[in-house]
């Protein structure tokens, strides 16, 4: 049959194993070695086709399918990032007014953070990180955080002017 030595897919066909006699004629069966380091036994008509269904082990299938339940994957946290800009766009968090999606930034370890670009009440534009917004963390462009430091600076030097006083 030829089929000897020949290479389908990932399979290099090693050797006839066995034949068993069936109503149409003997089926074939060949020893076949998968690039994964597999041995399997192989019929010959899926060998021999011109468009052969065994091309692996299953090595090849299982792939396909950690490939399938990737792409899933990443297709499913593409909609969790689009629900979540809905539910982030227009509404306010402290002074800032989400406006609309930022750029995703990566982190120093690889991560990936969404951010949201916002307009302050003082009318300067930031780009937040959509968890900072969520947890509450970030409320302004940091004019608050100005004002808040200055405030107690202020709180702090009264106190100590009360204390000299005294
Ligand atoms: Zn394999
Ligand atoms: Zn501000």
């Known amino acids: 049959m030829g089929l ?3 290479k389908k897919g990932r399979l290099s066909i090693l050797a006839l194993s066995r034949v068993e006699e069936r109503h149409y004629g003997l089926e074939r069966f060949y020893r076949c070695k998968c690039d994964c380091g ?8 899926s060998l021999s086709g011109k ?6 082990c299953g090595c090849l299938q299982k792939e396909r399918t950690a490939e399938t339940r990737r792409r899933i994957a ?7 990032a689009m629900r979540r800009d809905e539910e982030l766009i227009g509404k306010r968090f402290g002074r800032l007014l989400v406006l609309r999606r ?3 930034l ?6 990936k953070r969404p951010t949201y670009v916002c307009k302050c009440k003082c009318g300067t534009e930031c780009q937040i ?12 462009c940091g004019c608050l955080r ?3 430091t200055a405030e107690n600076g202020r709180k702090l030097q009264a106190r100590r002017r009360a204390e000299r006083n005294k």
Request: hydrophobic share 30%.
């Open 4 to 6: 000897i030595g020949q």
């Open 38 to 45: 597999n041995i399997i036994e192989v019929r010959g008509a």
């Open 51 to 56: 468009n052969p269904n065994t091309q692996s």
């Open 74 to 80: 990443r297709e499913s946290s593409e909609v969790n």
């Open 102 to 104: 930022g750029e995703v």
């Open 106 to 111: 990566t982190l120093a370890g690889g991560a």
């Open 129 to 140: 990180y959509a968890t900072y917004l969520l947890k509450g963390i970030t409320k302004s």
């Open 146 to 148: 100005k004002e808040v």
